[in-house]
């Protein structure tokens, strides 16, 4: 028979179904059918109202019970709508004719399924261009991330192909001001701002597209910028150099013999052309300093961190270390000095110089008055294990400046 062969009666059927009393047993049908429940059984309601349970004895024909829980059977409410002719097919179409059609919960997880899966065609595309790209795509749909920075399929979509956009277009060359290059490519010069999704989700991209290591930090959002191409507050990052050549500038400093600092916004767009086969570096700015004074034009050349390595303290060394140098590391003996070592060791390859267990333990040995006790949370030592262990073993700090002759020395060029 055709579909309007016993029509519902819905004047009726309002009247006897449709008030606002009976509306919580109007969801609880719903909700069984969404879930491809048989409509047979009670469902209950606790604390019913007065309104409530005169509409459900009205529904019925008599009193669904006493009690303060409303209990009614939904055999009974469909053999009630059959018999009367209100609505001949029963429960379940009276229900539709009053809610709207029933799409089970089952075909709708199916079909956002399928709108999620949608959502990740930017990323399959992709991939299929940059096939460095392929592994961190399939990452991105498995791991949770972007659905925690979109929450919605079609939010996804806009996030995922903003992304692709950005990292089309990287590496940058020549270097460009994230600011302008957002502007250019997402239409906001914040668009790639701290804590936006399409800065989180374009520096999870740009790990895998650089292969720059992991971390946290404004320091280190900076260096994975700028190891794409996109230099934020390029001029305030610096680093100390010494007797370095390969630019008109670096080439007139070393004539003289006197410090140079080289901002990230200069070793973007003019980096050194060539690099001495050795280059040493030191973490404080005493020891270039010492050098300079010492030795001036003759020193060998040096590279200052100043601490945890800086933007520009990267780029400058990953792009000597391209050009063909090694490296030797010296920095002061405590936990703070360890970490910032470890922290120069994942960017760039080195050797340690005078940065060894024996070396702590003859500064120690040499030291003129009595070293400072060690503080802060005990770090590793991987190039020297054993150096760790001394320090732990004496407690006791060296800075670089307690063993700056003997550091002089291997400078003399």
């Given at each position: 028979?055709?579909?309007?062969?016993?029509?519902?009666?819905?004047?009726?059927?309002?009247?006897?179904?449709?008030?606002?009393?009976?509306?919580?047993?109007?969801?609880?049908?719903?909700?069984?059918?969404?879930?491809?429940?048989?409509?047979?059984?009670?469902?209950?309601?606790?604390?019913?109202?007065?309104?409530?349970?005169?509409?459900?004895?009205?529904?019925?024909?008599?009193?669904?019970?006493?009690?303060?829980?409303?209990?009614?059977?939904?055999?009974?409410?469909?053999?009630?709508?059959?018999?009367?002719?209100?609505?001949?097919?029963?429960?379940?179409?009276?229900?539709?004719?009053?809610?709207?059609?029933?799409?089970?919960?089952?075909?709708?997880?199916?079909?956002?399924?399928?709108?999620?899966?949608?959502?990740?065609?930017?990323?399959?595309?992709?991939?299929?261009?940059?096939?460095?790209?392929?592994?961190?795509?399939?990452?991105?749909?498995?791991?949770?991330?972007?659905?925690?920075?979109?929450?919605?399929?079609?939010?996804?979509?806009?996030?995922?192909?903003?992304?692709?956009?950005?990292?089309?277009?990287?590496?940058?060359?020549?270097?460009?001001?994230l600011s302008v290059f957002a502007a250019d490519f997402l239409g906001s010069a914040h668009a790639l701002d701290d804590g936006?999704?399409?800065?989180?989700?374009?520096?999870?991209?740009?790990?895998?597209?650089?292969?720059?290591?992991?971390?946290?930090?404004?320091?280190?959002?900076?260096?994975?910028?700028?190891?794409?191409?996109?230099?934020?507050?390029?001029?305030?990052?610096?680093?100390?150099?010494?007797?370095?050549?390969?630019?008109?500038?670096?080439?007139?400093?070393?004539?003289?013999?006197?410090?140079?600092?080289?901002?990230?916004?200069?070793?973007?767009?003019?980096?050194?052309?060539?690099?001495?086969?050795?280059?040493?570096?030191?973490?404080?700015?005493?020891?270039?300093?010492?050098?300079?004074?010492?030795?001036?034009?003759?020193?060998?050349?040096?590279?200052?961190?100043?601490?945890?390595?800086?933007?520009?303290?990267?780029?400058?060394?990953?792009?000597?270390?391209?050009?063909?140098?090694?490296?030797?590391?010296?920095?002061?003996?405590?936990?703070?000095?360890?970490?910032?070592?470890?922290?120069?060791?994942?960017?760039?390859?080195?050797?340690?110089?005078?940065?060894?267990?024996?070396?702590?333990?003859?500064?120690?040995?040499?030291?003129?008055?009595?070293?400072?006790?060690?503080?802060?949370?005990?770090?590793?030592?991987?190039?020297?294990?054993?150096?760790?262990?001394?320090?732990?073993?004496?407690?006791?700090?060296?800075?670089?400046?307690?063993?700056?002759?003997?550091?002089?020395?291997?400078?003399?060029?």
């Amino acid at each position: 028979m055709g579909v309007n062969a016993y029509p519902v009666d819905e004047d009726r059927l309002r009247r006897l179904l449709g008030g606002p009393d009976l509306a919580w047993l109007l969801e609880r049908v719903r909700r069984r059918l969404e879930r491809g429940q048989r409509l047979t059984g009670p469902v209950s309601l606790a604390a019913a109202t007065p309104a409530q349970r005169a509409a459900a004895e009205r529904l019925l024909g008599r009193a669904p019970g006493g009690g303060r829980v409303l209990t009614v059977r939904l055999d009974a409410v469909d053999a009630v709508l059959v018999r009367s002719g209100i609505s001949p097919e029963g429960l379940t179409a009276a229900v539709t004719a009053l809610t709207g059609p029933v799409v089970p919960l089952e075909e709708v997880r199916r079909s956002e399924d399928q709108v999620w899966a949608e959502a990740y065609d930017p990323l399959t595309a992709l991939a299929g261009e940059i096939p460095r790209l392929a592994q961190w795509s399939g990452r991105m749909r498995d791991d949770g991330l972007v659905r925690r920075l979109a929450r919605t399929p079609e939010a996804a979509r806009l996030l995922l192909d903003q992304a692709a956009r950005v990292l089309r277009a990287l590496p940058a060359e020549p270097p460009r001001s994230l600011s302008v290059f957002a502007a250019d490519f997402l239409g906001s010069a914040h668009a790639l701002d701290d804590g936006t999704p399409s800065a989180t989700l374009c520096l999870s991209g740009i790990r895998a597209l650089t292969g720059h290591p992991d971390g946290a930090g404004a320091a280190w959002r900076r260096a994975a910028w700028a190891s794409a191409g996109l230099l934020r507050d390029d001029v305030s990052s610096t680093v100390l150099t010494l007797n370095l050549r390969g630019t008109p500038a670096l080439d007139w400093m070393a004539d003289v013999g006197d410090p140079c600092v080289l901002t990230l916004r200069q070793l973007a767009h003019r980096p050194p052309l060539t690099t001495p086969p050795v280059v040493h570096i030191c973490e404080n700015p005493a020891v270039l300093s010492a050098a300079a004074d010492t030795h001036g034009p003759d020193a060998l050349p040096l590279v200052c961190l100043q601490g945890q390595p800086s933007a520009a303290a990267l780029a400058l060394l990953a792009r000597l270390h391209d050009l063909g140098a090694t490296f030797r590391y010296h920095g002061d003996f405590d936990w703070g000095g360890l970490r910032i070592a470890v922290t120069l060791r994942r960017h760039i390859p080195w050797q340690p110089w005078r940065y060894s267990a024996v070396d702590y333990q003859a500064a120690v040995a040499a030291a003129r008055r009595a070293p400072q006790p060690l503080t802060g949370a005990v770090a590793p030592s991987p190039w020297d294990p054993d150096l760790a262990l001394a320090l732990t073993e004496h407690g006791v700090r060296v800075e670089e400046e307690a063993v700056l002759d003997a550091l002089l020395a291997d400078l003399a060029g």
